[in-house]
């Protein structure tokens, strides 16, 4: 294996904790600086609009040496995540967020360009894939980590860890990735020309809406599950394990019914079953076993919509296949804050701790809608 490709999943290790780590340790940080859950939530929000801002940087950094731009963004993914580790209060905190969140997508659409150069003739999936197994080690095994060492020491050094990943990644990128020219440039009109067509927003539409519709219960997961379902605080290093392994297995699910039904149905019929999974989320708020239960389906149907799109959207984005491959990243994340910024007021008004599982109801409806229009316009093109 290229030693590179572990530098880049390395990295995705780190903006995998920075990401879902805030979930599974949400109580913690609101009751250190003296906030409520409802605040709180905008601590998700920063990183995911960091990450709606950041990601179309890859315009005015597309004629950036790839290696150069992925140690730029490795920089700021310590650098963030040292002033959120180091932070005096929730103002600098949510500051910090919003710098983390800057790199997360360019990272993403610059690294996966590198592992297609990276890769031997025939295996640019496979090395891709590598990149983003980093992220799904990170939901099982980061995430679950970040929680632990919150609950047991602080919620700083969580942070921290996160620094230091982003720090490995620096010195393996420089190490171990050789200097690689950026992509010929279209211009600025051309980055933009494969958005004329209808599929990629269908794409978008999909991840964007789909997402939503677990996001808008899991941004609240750790307050849900240890004030509604019973669980207790230590207890919930086991539930955001759960949760990854959820993820990583709905990933490897989708992605082979996929290359074999097709990305959009599959990924549709996965947002169309949340239509049942997010009702019975608040039904059964209660009830232990069938709360975690239900929380595996929906993460695994988080993950498994997302990932097989981020391959689909290559074949729709030619000529800006770096920045369509950020645009799903934002799509993801600005899904992440308007879910969890709904979620947040459903609880507000006083409809309870678990009712951001109602709110998300919608956004299922209308990700699976735009899937299944995806794959009957498009059929014939690979959709």
Not at 165 to 193: C, H, N, T, Y
Not at 263 to 270: I, K, M
Not at 338 to 351: C, E, N
Request: charge should be positive.
């Amino acid at each position: 294996m290229q030693r590179g490709l572990i530098a880049l999943a390395i990295g995705t290790f780190a903006l995998g904790i920075a990401e879902f780590g805030m979930m599974g340790i949400l109580s913690d940080v609101t009751r250190s600086v003296n906030v409520s859950v409802v605040d709180g939530g905008h601590l998700i929000s920063a990183y995911s609009l960091g990450v709606a801002i950041g990601a179309p940087m890859l315009i005015f950094l597309r004629k950036m040496p790839l290696k150069r731009l992925l140690l730029l963004l490795a920089v700021i993914i310590t650098a963030g995540n040292t002033m959120a580790a180091l932070s005096t209060g929730f103002p600098m905190l949510l500051c910090a967020r919003f710098l983390s969140g800057l790199p997360h997508g360019a990272f993403f659409g610059a690294g996966a360009i590198v592992c297609s150069r990276l890769a031997s003739p025939g295996h640019g999936a496979q090395a891709v894939a590598v990149m983003v197994g980093g992220m799904t080690v990170a939901n099982v095994a980061g995430v679950p980590a970040a929680t632990l060492i919150s609950n047991l020491f602080n919620w700083r050094i969580a942070f921290a860890m996160v620094a230091l990943f982003g720090g490995l990644a620096l010195v393996g990128i420089r190490a171990w990735i050789p200097r690689l020219e950026p992509l010929p440039d279209s211009g600025m009109k051309g980055q933009f020309r494969f958005l004329k067509s209808a599929a990629p927003w269908l794409i978008y539409a999909g991840v964007f809406f789909g997402q939503a519709s677990v996001y808008c219960w899991f941004s609240y997961v750790d307050p849900i599950m240890t004030k509604v379902t019973g669980f207790t605080g230590s207890a919930m290093t086991w539930v955001m394990m759960l949760a990854g392994i959820g993820m990583v297995t709905g990933n490897a699910i989708a992605g082979k019914l996929a290359d074999r039904f097709g990305v959009a149905r599959v990924c549709g019929t996965l947002a169309a079953s949340m239509l049942a999974v997010m009702p019975m989320l608040y039904l059964f708020a209660d009830v232990k076993i069938a709360s975690l239960a239900l929380m595996f389906l929906a993460t695994g149907a988080l993950f498994g919509i997302g990932g097989p799109l981020q391959y689909l959207i290559v074949r729709f984005a030619k000529g800006g296949e770096m920045l369509g491959g950020a645009g799903i990243q934002i799509a993801f994340n600005v899904s992440n804050a308007v879910s969890a910024a709904l979620g947040g007021i459903a609880i507000h008004h006083g409809f309870g701790l678990a009712s951001p599982a109602l709110v998300g109801v919608p956004f299922a409806a209308v990700g699976a809608a735009a899937l299944f229009i995806l794959r009957s316009k498009y059929k014939t093109q690979g959709a």
